[in-house]
């Protein structure tokens, strides 16, 4: 083993790779600035007006509805949720796509799609075009979220991946922080037709996108996948990586490419397969877990809850955008960490910090917030600091990890199969949790942030027991792990020593 074990790749940070990831990482702009955009204008009350004219009614006139059940409108979350259902869909596609053709012409569609739904977004007439609109930006961010993270992971040198993976995160935190700032300014505009900036203003990121998806480099493991071209990817992996002596790490590509082609059953029965078995169950669990901290239902539907426990329109605006400051400023303090302290570290702190911030503000809400009227100016302060400090914890442990576990311990032969199960779960989940958090506010009330809060014990243990540390090892020399770990080497141990 120790040969295995000292093999270093030669390489540095070369600029080609630094602007080739910030090319790619517009990807997670545009998914950022969706979940940040789509929170706000549904509390801005021209909006709900003309589209959802129940929840305004509601919301103004009603004074015996519950605070906790003001905004709970099957129409309105199906508005926020229909982009998960296509991006659901689309994520599939998109892993053929990834893997016949190559991860560029997937950020290309991405792209592309995303714009055609910004420009339905912001001249929508009707429900209808505003929710076509939604679904073209969800094939957009499906085919988005399938590939830049494998992008990103491919590109980046072994000892950099965490930093350049956690990029995808930060992207996504700054998407929402721009979001927020947008929609504060444009819930200003006299004539009530803000919110159609806000919505026309997610082409930005999508042209960047599109055009740069032009003129991205293929990765390196792209292009030995797809054609017996070796010195082409050879050239490419020098630039990348800045120096001539790269054969080492081409050795271990092409291995991993070859063994990929040795197996000829389609990779979505492939990862069924016992040795794979611990692969499955990250696919699944983590984007599962990420969901279920509650991370989105704070991102999506902050400026409602903040309006819920009596801020006015610009201020839950406002301290929406405190949040995201918050979320960016943490996720970027973990790129800097991560391939220091390793996964499980930031996992587990990010974890305690997390669930003790939800249990706080569970408590606060439930002793303070009733029915009926809000609550203190003070409260709703604590409130605000306990909500940043979870938004922390998330910012450097779930929200970048979430993307980044996952990208770095799929072997090649199912890793675009893999990713599409992980994408898929991840949107089907924040479907699930979108669609069901307005109504489950209504009845649980406060007792939503212990349910939350109980989830995120829950990862924290499993993170402990099941999951093990992958800092610094080479994406082609990743099944080392498993081998090695207390649980899954009785799983995956036996098929390696026959």
Not at 218 to 243: C, D, F, W, Y
Not at 260 to 279: E, G, L, N, V, W
Not at 439 to 468: D, E, N, Q, R
């Amino acid at each position: 083993m120790a040969s295995e074990e000292g093999k270093n790749y030669n390489g540095k940070m070369t600029l080609f790779v630094v602007l080739s990831c910030i090319m790619a990482a517009m990807g997670g702009v545009i998914f950022g600035y969706d979940i940040g955009v789509s929170g706000g204008v549904t509390s801005m009350e021209p909006f709900l007006e003309k589209f959802f004219p129940k929840v305004y009614t509601k919301m103004e006139e009603d004074t015996h509805i519950s605070n906790y059940c003001k905004f709970n409108s099957q129409l309105l979350t199906s508005f926020t949720s229909s982009l998960y259902v296509a991006g659901l869909i689309a994520s599939f596609f998109a892993s053929s796509i990834t893997k016949a053709f190559g991860r560029k012409p997937s950020i290309l569609v991405g792209g592309a799609a995303f714009l055609a739904g910004a420009a339905l977004g912001a001249a929508a007439i009707n429900v209808y075009m505003l929710i076509f609109g939604r679904i073209l930006l969800g094939v957009g961010v499906g085919f988005a979220n399938q590939s830049v993270p494998l992008y990103l992971s491919e590109m980046a040198p072994p000892k950099y991946r965490g930093a350049i993976s956690n990029g995808f995160q930060f992207s996504v935190g700054i998407g929402a922080l721009s979001a927020n700032l947008i929609n504060y300014g444009t819930e200003k505009i006299k004539g009530g037709w803000g919110w159609r900036i806000s919505l026309a203003m997610a082409a930005v990121p999508a042209s960047i996108l599109t055009l740069g998806a032009f003129f991205l480099p293929e990765t390196p493991n792209s292009l030995i996948q797809r054609g017996n071209n070796h010195q082409k990817a050879k050239l490419m992996l020098q630039r990348v990586r800045g120096t001539d002596d790269v054969q080492a790490e081409l050795d271990d590509l092409v291995k991993a490419s070859e063994m990929s082609k040795t197996i000829d059953h389609h990779p979505f029965a492939k990862i069924t397969q016992r040795k794979y078995r611990p692969q499955l169950v990250m696919a699944i669990a983590i984007p599962f877990f990420q969901q279920v901290t509650g991370i989105n239902v704070i991102a999506f539907y902050a400026p409602v809850v903040f309006r819920t426990i009596g801020l006015g329109e610009s201020a839950s605006l406002m301290s929406s955008v405190v949040t995201g400051l918050v979320g960016t400023g943490s996720t970027f303090i973990s790129m800097l960490i991560v391939d220091k302290l390793g996964r499980r570290t930031l996992l587990t702190a990010g974890g305690i910090q997390m669930l003790i911030s939800q249990i706080m503000v569970g408590g606060i809400l439930g002793a303070q917030l009733g029915d009926h009227g809000g609550v203190s100016k003070g409260y709703a302060i604590v409130v605000l600091v306990l909500i940043s400090v979870y938004v922390a914890g998330f910012g450097w442990s779930w929200g970048p990890l979430g993307w980044l576990i996952p990208s770095e311990i799929f072997p090649l032969e199912i890793r675009s199969a893999a990713q599409s199960i992980n994408v898929a779960v991840n949107f089907l989940f924040t479907f699930i949790v979108a669609q069901t958090f307005l109504a489950m506010l209504c009845h649980f009330k406060s007792g939503i942030f212990f349910l939350f809060g109980g989830w995120v014990a829950v990862m924290t243990g499993f993170v402990y027991f099941f999951l093990p540390e992958t800092k610094g090892i080479p994406i082609e020399q990743m099944e080392r792990v498993w081998r090695e770990h207390w649980f899954w080497n009785k799983i995956v141990g036996e098929e390696n020593d026959k």
